[in-house]
């Protein structure tokens, strides 16, 4: 068998080269002036009313929603639009189990990691089901540590709802008012029907590759849940959250943007509990979030490591909202990401590469032989 080796680029980047990568800047292509303020505004209004009421925790609730949509784009209004419900429906569906299984001990243990691997089994499906259940297993993993004063899962759900419809619908204004050309554009329609979709959907499932996505998450979450369930106070919930972040669908080569990606969320939580341990005031946390939350549409573009590190600032200030937190919270949380992504790297990537390269190899050699016969 000769698979090449080329693939397995993670053996031939040297350490120089993966530096100058990573901090190489890239101009933005288009000023997104319309995405910037949509996505401060998502986050930041709903917290300035939560401060000024006095019901910070609801407040919160409705932010987490202005996260899962304010990275909502689209090339045209329609399809941000249908974007943004997909993102709507996976996030609230992410909320309401998250809420539900939370606090539940072992049954947490099991549960978890058997929903977010049916999840990516099921995101197999199509483009649109890969990027709704990506959404939905890092906010399942984010609503079991959130918790509203006497709330129910669905109570929590719906606070989700409406800031995710407030953030999506201040995106759409505010494209129309920044953004005027090509402002609706044509919805986009796949050229497979649905049972053509997911006849293909079927086959792949006889293949190990159809398993592979869903394999990988399921091993890293089991031995995160194994590592919270030893060590019961020392925040494992950071280990989950960070394989969620940095186990993707995409497996066959370990690309720089996987080391990226690691090294980002790694910074993204010392730089909020550097932030956290300081013990700002709860209005120079909003101005944080504002500027974190409007520095994302350029870094999408510009700067790949810093994009992945900023999401990690905003659950961590959002998580730690108004509260004053030890030092060993912090050291904990550190800890526990650099066991998520040495989780993700490992047993989510180089340990699967051999066997996700032998399978494309057997296929393909399978495929010639039919092409010669």
């Not at 297993?137 to 006497?150: D, G």
């Not at 999506?168 to 008012?177: A, G, P, V, Y």
Request: proline share 4%; with cysteine.
């Amino acid at each position: 068998m000769n698979i090449s080796k080329n693939r397995l680029i993670i053996s031939a980047k040297p350490v120089g080269r993966f530096l100058m990568d990573s901090c190489r800047w890239s101009a933005p292509e288009v000023f997104p002036l319309h995405q910037i303020l949509s996505s401060m505004l998502g986050f930041t209004l709903p917290l300035v009313i939560g401060i000024i009421t006095g019901h910070v925790p609801i407040s919160l609730a409705v932010a987490f929603g202005g996260l899962a949509l304010s990275s909502n784009t689209g090339e045209t209004s329609r399809r941000q639009l249908q974007d943004g419900l997909y993102t709507l429906i996976a996030g609230s569906l992410a909320v309401f189990t998250g809420a539900s299984v939370a606090g539940n001990g072992l049954w947490s243990f099991f549960i978890i990691p058997f929903i977010v691997a049916f999840a990516g089994l099921v995101g197999g499906i199509n483009r649109i089901m890969a990027w709704a259940t990506t959404q939905f297993i890092v906010f399942t993993i984010i609503a079991t540590n959130f918790s509203v004063h006497k709330a129910s899962p669905l109570a929590i759900t719906i606070l989700f709802l409406i800031g995710g419809i407030y953030t999506i619908t201040m995106s759409l204004i505010l494209r129309t008012l920044f953004k005027p050309v090509s402002p609706i554009g044509e919805a986009s329609r796949s050229k497979y029907t649905a049972k053509q979709v997911l006849t293909r959907w079927c086959k792949s499932l006889v293949h190990f590759s159809g398993w592979l996505y869903p394999a990988r998450i399921f091993t890293c979450l089991i031995i995160a849940e194994i590592f919270e369930q030893i060590y019961p106070h020392h925040h494992g919930y950071w280990v989950l959250l960070t394989v969620a972040i940095l186990v993707k669908r995409k497996n066959d080569t370990m690309t720089l943007q996987i080391f990226q990606r690691a090294a980002g969320t790694v910074l993204g939580v010392i730089v909020a509990d550097i932030v956290l341990l300081w013990s700002p005031s709860v209005w120079f946390t909003v101005a944080i979030i504002a500027v974190i939350a409007g520095a994302r549409p350029i870094l999408k573009q510009a700067h790949y490591i810093s994009y992945s590190t900023a999401m990690v600032p905003l659950v961590i200030l959002l998580s730690g909202f108004g509260k004053d937190l030890p030092g060993d919270v912090i050291s904990d949380r550190i800890i526990t990401t650099f066991i998520g992504c040495f989780l993700s790297l490992t047993l989510g990537y180089w340990f699967w590469i051999k066997h996700s390269l032998k399978e494309q190899y057997l296929i393909s050699k399978k495929h010639s032989q039919r092409l010669l016969e």
